[in-house]
């Protein structure tokens, strides 16, 4: 029967490009769900309906001939699988059955399948604890990513919740000032808040029975009671801790609400006598941020917490990322769901962001991003480029780098819990790195800063390399801040903890001496210099591990015959007397050695990498 109507105008434009075939592949899986869904989820059908639809959405990309234009096209195949609500706010249902929702499904009913068969017959999987791997399949089931972006009436829409293959779509600029987002991050945040006071407090222990810290114009209503809740737990593991909260924003109004808010919740909750002694230890206070301080004066808070506060100045865009779709892998691997999604940046980039889509996903998947990106933007998509949704802030973002500076003042350490902020927008913004740690589980990065590093420490690196290692007063002062800067690329905390231990800044000199024989060492083999990782920072990887870690690896890549090699340098500095030099000499080869043998069973010899 021939078409009449908006559908007629669709085929007469597309032609032979794919509507017909994408139709008659859709309507026959649709039709063997109803029928008999086992049977149609282990045939080939399902991904070749994905692909037919991916076929599709890159023919809409092609000149409209006759009928209707070529944005009414994809405005009206962008809405295939999607339900607008018809109510006042914008947000739509992705469906379940959405093309590429379908082939999502049967890659992830095969790859559990296959797993279940491994956990059942083989017998490695009958000796070992698979706690973690279920969890992880568990999370990764519930995740829906093919897609999570839509444009409706030319909105672009990110999905913010999913429910058995259903996602909750609203505008993309929604995410910058989600509520709900914003307090289910909140005792993630106040943990992570705690793990840099735990920091802090080992490099500056007589502060202890005077801490003070702050939250910084966060807008979260439950971080300041989750931050309370985490201190009452060091303070019943510490009776010496007595601590200082204060809550402080710049906007007087909302200081006003978070006041009253506090005022109610405290009233409400039911507070034993015990944690009334806890209490009185704690002192909150909600006051009024006042003006800077210089750089030289005494800053008045040890700790200073930024809840996603560089996020909420992030705007979604969507970008053109190198290699085109067709380029792109067909298969669909439930494993992309689990990939990191910080963005990599180019030596030019304008700022940090993470992707709101899949950086490189299945191919009929990149092909519709590419139709709603020229949808969404009226512009045509570069040659050799497929579109990538990113949520992005600019390093020269004048709000940001004020918010940034202006807690490094109030603070001696800040505490950064954000998912978009970076190392590289902090250190833009003058600022030293103590740690940088992704949070397993979470998007949130756990980033530990600090306005300068202190005079003490360079007064003590100075002393070392002239009484300790002979170099004359002038060399002595040039050479520190040399040693100073390459230690900071390997470990903040080091620097950071170094003023306060009298054989510490004598550690830094050998680190710093560590790092120029590594580096020495690659010359003539990679041109850029290594990553540098302090292990200091993921002693968690060791905790089952026998014997020391080494200090620090560097990791560099090889490229060349198409290809590429990692290159990973594993490094432990000593400065020691000539007397105790072969005793430790000898420590630190067992240290390298027990870390190369840790490292080898987690990246090498691991069958689940």
């Known amino acids: 029967r021939k078409r009449q109507g908006p559908d007629s105008e669709i085929s007469g434009s597309l032609g032979e490009c794919g509507l017909n075939t994408f139709e008659v592949r859709f309507r026959s899986?649709?039709?063997?769900?109803?029928?008999?869904?086992?049977?149609?989820?282990?045939?080939?059908?399902?991904?070749?309906?994905?692909?037919?639809?991916?076929?599709?959405?890159?023919?809409?990309?092609?000149?409209?001939?006759?009928?209707?234009?070529?944005?009414?096209?994809?405005?009206?195949?962008?809405?295939?699988?999607?339900?607008?609500?018809?109510?006042?706010?914008?947000?739509?249902?992705?469906?379940?059955?959405?093309?590429?929702?379908?082939?999502?499904?049967?890659?992830k009913i095969k790859e559990l399948s296959g797993f279940v068969e491994a956990v059942l017959t083989t017998q490695a999987a009958m000796k070992s604890d698979l706690t973690v791997a279920f969890q992880e399949r568990r999370l990764a089931r519930g995740k829906w990513v093919c897609p999570e972006v839509v444009v409706v009436d030319e909105t672009?829409?990110?999905?913010?919740?999913?429910?058995?293959?259903?996602?909750?779509?609203?505008?993309?600029?929604?995410?910058?000032?989600?509520?709900?987002?914003?307090?289910?991050?909140?005792?993630?945040?106040?943990?992570?808040?705690?793990?840099?006071?735990?920091?802090?407090?080992d490099v500056h222990p007589h502060e202890a029975t005077n801490l003070s810290a702050a939250i910084f114009d966060s807008e979260s209503q439950t971080l300041p009671r989750e931050v309370a809740r985490e201190m009452a737990k060091r303070l019943?593991?510490?009776?010496?801790?007595?601590?200082?909260?204060?809550?402080?924003?710049?906007?007087?109004?909302?200081?006003?609400?978070?006041?009253?808010?506090?005022?109610?919740?405290?009233?409400?909750?039911?507070i034993t006598e015990t944690a009334r002694g806890f209490l009185?230890?704690?002192?909150?206070?909600?006051?009024?941020?006042?003006?800077?301080?210089?750089?030289?004066?005494?800053?008045?808070?040890?700790?200073?917490v930024l809840h996603d506060v560089v996020s909420h100045h992030a705007t979604p865009r969507w970008e053109a990322e190198r290699g085109a779709a067709e380029d792109l892998d067909a298969v669909f691997d439930p494993a992309i769901a689990r990939?990191?999604?910080?963005?990599?940046?180019?030596?030019?980039?304008?700022?940090?962001?993470?992707?709101?889509?899949?950086?490189?996903?299945?191919?009929?998947?990149?092909?519709?991003?590419d139709m709603l990106y020229e949808f969404a933007k009226g512009a045509f998509l570069p040659v050799g480029s497929h579109g990538v949704l990113v949520r992005q802030v600019e390093f020269e973002n004048p709000e940001v780098r004020r918010l940034i500076q202006r807690a490094h003042e109030l603070g001696e350490w800040v505490i950064t819990y954000d998912k978009v902020s970076s190392r590289a927008l902090l250190e833009r913004c003058g600022v030293q790195i103590i740690s940088d740690i992704s949070v397993p589980g979470s998007d949130g990065r756990l980033i530990i800063s600090a306005g300068k590093v202190d005079d003490r420490l360079k007064a003590n690196v100075c002393e070392d390399l002239t009484k300790a290692c002979g170099f004359d007063a002038?060399?002595?002062?040039?050479?520190?801040?040399?040693?100073?800067?390459?230690?900071?690329?390997?470990?903040?905390?080091?620097?950071?903890?170094?003023?306060?231990?009298?054989?510490?800044?004598?550690?830094?000199?050998?680190l710093a001496v560590m790092r120029a024989q590594m580096e020495g060492a690659l010359k003539g083999t990679v041109n850029a210099s290594p990553i540098w990782i302090s292990?200091?920072?993921?002693?968690?990887?060791?905790?089952?591990?026998?014997?020391?870690?080494?200090?620090?690896?560097?990791?560099?890549?090889?490229?060349?015959?198409?290809?590429?090699?990692?290159?990973?340098?594993i490094g432990e500095a000593k400065f020691v007397e000539k007397t105790a030099e072969a005793e430790t000499l000898k420590e630190a080869q067992q240290q390298v050695r027990h870390t190369v043998e840790r490292l080898a069973r987690i990246f090498v010899d691991n069958d689940d990498v």
């Open 339 to 369: 990939r990191p999604r910080r963005r990599m940046m180019e030596t030019d980039a304008a700022g940090v962001g993470v992707y709101l889509t899949l950086p490189r996903p299945p191919r009929a998947v990149a092909q519709y991003h």
């Open 236 to 270: 019943h593991r510490r009776p010496d801790l007595r601590c200082d909260l204060v809550i402080t924003h710049e906007d007087q109004n909302r200081l006003r609400k978070i006041f009253r808010t506090q005022n109610t919740r405290l009233a409400a909750e039911a």
């Open 280 to 304: 009185s230890r704690l002192r909150v206070d909600v006051r009024p941020n006042k003006g800077g301080t210089s750089a030289d004066e005494v800053r008045d808070i040890d700790l200073v």
């Open 156 to 201: 672009t829409m990110i999905a913010v919740e999913d429910w058995s293959g259903y996602s909750l779509m609203v505008p993309a600029d929604c995410l910058s000032r989600s509520q709900e987002a914003l307090e289910a991050s909140a005792p993630l945040a106040a943990q992570k808040f705690m793990e840099g006071v735990d920091q802090y407090l």
């Open 29 to 107: 899986v649709a039709q063997g769900i109803a029928e008999d869904p086992e049977k149609i989820f282990a045939t080939a059908e399902v991904d070749e309906q994905a692909e037919a639809f991916g076929a599709l959405c890159r023919a809409c990309r092609l000149p409209a001939g006759a009928g209707k234009t070529g944005q009414e096209i994809r405005a009206l195949v962008a809405r295939i699988g999607v339900v607008a609500s018809e109510g006042t706010e914008r947000m739509a249902i992705l469906a379940a059955w959405h093309p590429l929702r379908l082939a999502e499904r049967q890659a």
């Open 474 to 510: 002038d060399k002595a002062a040039s050479l520190t801040e040399i040693v100073i800067d390459d230690v900071l690329k390997i470990s903040g905390q080091k620097v950071l903890s170094a003023a306060r231990y009298a054989n510490a800044s004598r550690e830094m000199i050998g």
């Open 535 to 569: 292990l200091d920072d993921y002693r968690g990887w060791f905790a089952s591990a026998k014997g020391k870690v080494a200090d620090a690896i560097g990791v560099a890549i090889e490229e060349g015959n198409g290809g590429f090699r990692v290159l990973i340098q």
